[in-house]
C-alpha cells in the first residue's frame, strides 16, 4: 500500500466551477501537509501547506487536514483556465534539516473556457 | 534572482550510455534531493544529501549516482544499469522550514 493515495483524475470541469482535490494516507506521524501545482512539463511550485489539523484559506484556494480519517482536500473557488495543471498532495514529518517528502500521484485537472 | 536551475531540459542518449544531469541552486539550501517522475506516479526519491559531501540512497536509487562536492550543486549521474532511465527528472532544495521544498524546471531524459 502505497503511503500517500491521489486520484490521477483528469478532472474536467467548466469555468467557474468549485473543484475537490483529495489524498489520503496511511502514516499518522506525517505533520505536514502540502499542494503542489505542476504546470506540464515544468517542476512542481508550492501552492500550500498546512500544519497538523485544520483548514488554510489563501485567495479562491481552501486546504483542509482531517488527520483523524487521515484525509486532506484543496477547494479551488471560481476556478480559471489558468489553473488547469497537476496538483501534487505531498505530506513530511517534519524532522528538521533532512525531510523526506511523500507524494501522492497527482491529480490532472482541465478547467474549461 | 534565487533559484534553482536544471539543464539541459531535455536530453536524448543511446542506450548504454552513462549521462549526467546538471542540478545548481543558489538559496544556500543544505539539503538537495533528486526526484524522479513518471506519467501517472508521483515523484520518487532517487537520491538525497543532507550537506556536502554526504548523500544517501533514495527509494529507487539502482542505477544512479550522485556527488556533492559543492553545496550549489548536486549532478546526479544515470548509469547504464539503469534499466528504464526515460523519465522526467526534478531536483529539489529544501528550505528553513519543515513543508518547504523547492524544485527546479526538471530534464526530460530520453533513452534510446
Known amino acids: 500500500q502505497k503511503e500517500v493515495e491521489q486520484d490521477p483524475g483528469p478532472l474536467s470541469v467548466p469555468e467557474g466551477a468549485i473543484v475537490s482535490l483529495n489524498c489520503t494516507y496511511s502514516?499518522?506521524?506525517?505533520?505536514?501537509f502540502m499542494w503542489y501545482r505542476q504546470y506540464s512539463r515544468k517542476g512542481p511550485e508550492l501552492l500550500m501547506y498546512?500544519?497538523?489539523?485544520g483548514n488554510k484559506e489563501d485567495g479562491r484556494f481552501t486546504a483542509q487536514v482531517d488527520k483523524s480519517s487521515k484525509y486532506i482536500s484543496l477547494f479551488i473557488r471560481d476556478s480559471q483556465p489558468s489553473d488547469s495543471a497537476t496538483y501534487l498532495c505531498?505530506?513530511?514529518?517534519?524532522?528538521?534539516?533532512?525531510?523526506?517528502?511523500?507524494f501522492g500521484s497527482g491529480t490532472k485537472l482541465n478547467v474549461k473556457p | 534572482d534565487g533559484g534553482i536551475t536544471q539543464s539541459p531540459k531535455y536530453l536524448f542518449r543511446k542506450e548504454g550510455q552513462n549521462v549526467t544531469l546538471s542540478c545548481e541552486q543558489n538559496?544556500?539550501?543544505?539539503?538537495m534531493y533528486w526526484y524522479r517522475q513518471d506519467p501517472g506516479q508521483g515523484l520518487r526519491l532517487i537520491y538525497y544529501?543532507?550537506?556536502?559531501?554526504?548523500?544517501q540512497k533514495g527509494d529507487i536509487a539502482e542505477g544512479y549516482s550522485v556527488s556533492r562536492e559543492k553545496k550549489e550543486s548536486f549532478p546526479l549521474t544515470v548509469t547504464s544499469a539503469q534499466k528504464n532511465p526515460t523519465a522526467f527528472y526534478l531536483c529539489?532544495?529544501?528550505?528553513?522550514?519543515?513543508?518547504?521544498?523547492?524544485f527546479g524546471p526538471g530534464t526530460r531524459l530520453t533513452v534510446t
Open positions: 529539489a532544495s529544501k528550505g528553513r522550514e519543515d513543508y518547504e521544498q523547492y
Open positions: 502514516n499518522s506521524a506525517f505533520q505536514y
Open positions: 498546512t500544519y497538523s489539523s
Open positions: 505531498a505530506m513530511s514529518k517534519g524532522w528538521g534539516n533532512f525531510n523526506k517528502f511523500y
Open positions: 538559496l544556500n539550501h543544505d539539503a
Open positions: 544529501s543532507q550537506i556536502v559531501n554526504d548523500f
